[in-house]
């Protein structure tokens, strides 16, 4: 028997998106674990975008018009937290984006923040909360995240790097109900972000 769903799956924005290479810092260094090169300008020219970002476990992200929570304070964060359980107000941005490390094996190995590690729902839980009616938040992991609650998918993709192919990741938009909140337009939109 098929239960039905109070949301319509039909309408999930699906594909697989293939990038080139990995992203590099602006003296040129790489990040164990950054967003491919040109991931970041794909989802603003998908328009999955916000004006206040919060980036939930961002490592190196070179966007400084952001808060960024990261629980090790080398990679330069706005906030040393432990992204399941942030200060961050409730309902006070408009777009999370969450890339936390896919296994605890990899946590320990990448990063030595295992005793940080769970898997992708936990911070699905923190980006619920502080995300506004109608904001999006974007996840990239192995996992597609349970359906977060009070919010709906509108996209689930997977992403791959050659020549990393057997590393297929999930990336996966979902809107918290609400009237969606549209970015404002920038003149230049190449100016808000090097990446
Ligand atoms: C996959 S990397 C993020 C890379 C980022 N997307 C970039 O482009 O640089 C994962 C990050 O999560 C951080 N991290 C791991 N567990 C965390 C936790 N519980 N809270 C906050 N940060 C955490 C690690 O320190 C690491 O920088």
Same mark, same amino acid.
């Given at each position: =028997?098929?239960?039905?769903? $109070?949301?319509? /799956?039909?309408?999930?924005?699906?594909?697989?998106?293939?990038?080139?290479?990995?992203?590099?810092?602006?003296?040129?260094?790489?990040?164990?674990? /950054?967003?491919? #090169?040109?991931? &970041?300008?794909?989802?603003?020219? &998908?328009?999955?975008?916000?004006? +206040?970002?919060?980036?939930?476990?961002?490592? &190196? @992200?070179?966007?400084?018009?952001?808060?960024?929570?990261?629980?090790?304070?080398?990679?330069?964060?706005?906030?040393? +937290?432990? /992204?399941?359980?942030?200060?961050?107000?409730?309902?006070?941005? $408009?777009?999370? =984006?969450?890339?936390?490390?896919?296994?605890?094996?990899?946590?320990? $190995? =990448?990063?030595?923040?295992?005793?940080?590690?769970?898997? @992708?729902?936990?911070?699905?839980?923190? #980006? #619920?909360?502080?995300?506004? %009616?109608?904001?999006?938040?974007?996840?990239?992991?192995?996992?597609?995240?349970?359906?977060?609650?009070?919010?709906?998918?509108?996209?689930?993709?997977?992403?791959?790097?050659? %020549?990393?192919?057997?590393?297929?990741?999930?990336?996966?938009?979902?809107?918290?109900?609400?009237? %969606?909140?549209?970015?404002?337009?920038? #003149?230049?939109?190449?100016?808000?972000?090097?990446?």
């Amino acid at each position: =028997m098929s239960r039905k769903r $109070d949301w319509d /799956a039909s309408e999930v924005y699906r594909t697989t998106k293939c990038f080139g290479s990995w992203s590099r810092n602006k003296d040129g260094t790489h990040y164990n674990g /950054a967003f491919p #090169a040109g991931f &970041m300008k794909w989802i603003r020219t &998908m328009e999955w975008w916000g004006d +206040e970002r919060v980036y939930l476990c961002a490592g &190196m @992200i070179e966007d400084p018009q952001s808060i960024r929570i990261d629980i090790r304070p080398e990679v330069n964060p706005t906030h040393t +937290e432990d /992204a399941r359980h942030t200060s961050l107000g409730d309902e006070s941005a $408009d777009w999370v =984006m969450l890339d936390p490390p896919y296994s605890k094996q990899l946590a320990k $190995d =990448m990063y030595d923040t295992e005793k940080y590690y769970s898997g @992708i729902n936990g911070f699905a839980k923190e #980006a #619920a909360r502080i995300v506004k %009616p109608g904001g999006l938040i974007l996840t990239l992991t192995y996992e597609i995240p349970k359906r977060i609650p009070g919010c709906d998918f509108i996209a689930v993709c997977g992403v791959y790097t050659v %020549p990393m192919t057997g590393y297929m990741r999930c990336f996966t938009v979902s809107r918290k109900t609400g009237e %969606p909140i549209e970015p404002k337009r920038t #003149a230049n939109p190449q100016e808000v972000l090097s990446f």
